[in-house]
């Protein structure tokens, strides 16, 4: 059974740190390319970041780029997304999602099949 479960979220203040993981189960994460995905109360489903199943190559939205670093370690079936510098703007239900390339995560992510529950980031003094 394919399976992407999300941990690590929780309530920061600005200016700290959190590190997301995302779990797999069922298939072999070295076929597939991961993203994170972001969705705030009111607001359109977000594409954060995606780590290609090949060399992994990284891609970021502008939003997070230079806070936000995501990895992956294929051995422990793990794509981890470290979220630093946090902002308000940050808070939201974070998803991590697979698809076989990261071509359209920043677009809506239809190419992503399976998707995790999510965890909830807020970041609030």
């Known amino acids: 059974q394919v399976q992407l479960v999300e941990s690590g979220g929780g309530l920061v203040q600005p200016g700290g740190s959190l590190k997301l993981s995302c779990t797999t189960s069922g298939f072999s994460l070295d076929y597939y390319a991961i993203g994170w995905f972001r969705q705030a109360p009111e607001k359109e489903r977000e594409g954060v970041s995606c780590?290609?199943?090949?060399?992994?190559?990284?891609y970021y939205a502008d939003s997070v780029k230079g806070r936000f670093t995501i990895s992956r370690d294929n051995a422990k079936n793990t794509v981890y997304l470290q979220m630093n510098s946090l902002k308000p703007e940050d808070t939201a239900v974070y998803y991590c999602?697979?698809?076989?390339?990261?071509?359209?995560?920043?677009?809506?992510?239809?190419?992503?099949?399976?998707w995790g529950q999510g965890t909830q980031v807020t970041v609030s003094s």
């Open positions: 999602a697979r698809a076989y390339v990261c071509s359209d995560y920043a677009t809506g992510g239809n190419k992503f099949n399976r």
């Open positions: 780590i290609s199943r090949s060399f992994s190559s990284t």
